[in-house]
């Protein structure tokens, strides 16, 4: 009895190590930011989905005179990054969203061509809502890029997840 606790003790603590090393390598991959040419493109074109996308938001600001549900363009903008008051953001700050959200790369990995492309969204971004965004970039103020942003995980025990299983397994037969 005593050898075959010993035993299921030793494999309790092996399977675990091999968990935590399995979970450790799939959160290292899932941070990794893809080469350029493994990144999604925008369907379409930029200009497509840069226009679609306003178009949705200004959809989004009228609902919000009818049921309380939609939001203004400096709210949706505002989710965006996080929370962070609208008259924080920077020239940069747009930059670095704009070039995720259409094209998936960072501001300095856009071609010329890109670039000009990227100024001149701003430029109508600007000039459709009013806004007067300041040159210049604020590191206190990040966006949200979901295939660049790091991902906080920590790890259950093995055992966690099998008594998670068990207890669904048991309500999916009792119930």
């Known amino acids: 009895l005593k050898g075959a606790l010993a035993m299921a003790s030793a494999a309790v603590a092996v399977s675990e190590c091999v968990w935590f090393g399995y979970h450790r390598k799939m959160l290292r991959d899932l941070n990794r930011v893809r080469g350029l040419q493994d990144r999604p493109g925008a369907p379409g074109s930029a200009r497509l989905l840069f226009e679609r996308t306003l178009s949705c938001v200004d959809i989004a600001a009228k609902w919000q005179g009818t049921d309380g549900k939609g939001r203004t363009?400096?709210?949706?903008?505002?989710?965006?990054?996080?929370?962070?008051?609208?008259?924080?953001?920077?020239?940069?700050?747009?930059?670095?969203?704009?070039?995720?959200?259409?094209?998936?790369?960072?501001?300095?990995?856009?071609?010329?061509?890109?670039?000009?492309?990227?100024?001149?969204?701003?430029?109508?971004?600007?000039?459709?809502?009013?806004?007067?965004?300041?040159?210049?970039?604020?590191?206190?103020?990040?966006?949200?890029?979901?295939?660049?942003?790091?991902?906080?995980?920590?790890?259950?025990?093995?055992?966690?997840?099998?008594?998670?299983?068990?207890?669904?397994?048991?309500?999916?037969?009792?119930?």
């Open 73 to 175: 363009a400096e709210a949706w903008i505002e989710g965006w990054f996080l929370g962070a008051p609208f008259e924080e953001l920077r020239l940069g700050n747009l930059e670095e969203f704009i070039s995720w959200g259409l094209w998936t790369r960072y501001p300095d990995e856009l071609t010329e061509a890109e670039q000009g492309e990227m100024k001149q969204f701003l430029i109508e971004l600007q000039a459709r809502w009013g806004w007067c965004i300041p040159v210049g970039y604020n590191t206190d103020v990040k966006c949200m890029r979901i295939n660049f942003d790091s991902i906080k995980a920590w790890n259950h025990p093995l055992l966690y997840y099998l008594w998670c299983w068990v207890l669904r397994i048991s309500a999916r037969r009792t119930m």
